[in-house]
Nanobody
């Protein structure tokens, strides 16, 4: 059974930094694309950033210049370095993986709270 497990969320003050990690287990394939989505209270889930196996990235305008997505050396791992965090970045962050068969997989999410 494929599982994506996130870690690294927590409470941080505005202007601070956090690094989210995601690792997959139970896979025999490499995800074509991995990434992060987030869902704030009362809002729909939205794209944060994705990264393909080629290294090509896609990200929301709201996080450009502040967040950096990268894939780890270990198989099916992805990271999100978040700097200059703002209160509006508060959300549950979900790890995402797209398999070669175009099946989407999701983690259970990790909460990021930006507050003073």
């Amino acid at each position: 059974q494929v599982q994506l497990v996130e870690s690294g969320g927590g409470l941080v003050q505005p202007g601070g930094s956090l690094r989210l990690s995601c690792a997959a287990s139970g896979t025999i394939f490499n995800f074509n694309v991995m990434g992060w989505y987030r869902q704030a209270p009362g809002k729909e889930r939205e794209l944060v950033a994705t990264i393909a196996g080629s290294g090509i990235t896609n990200s929301a305008d709201s996080i450009k210049g502040r967040f950096t997505i990268s894939r780890g050396n270990a198989k099916n791992t992805v990271y999100l370095q978040m700097n200059s965090l703002k209160p509006e970045d508060t959300a549950v962050y979900f790890c995402y993986g797209l398999s070669p068969s175009l099946t989407r997989y999701w983690g259970k999410g990790t909460l990021v709270t930006v507050s003073s």
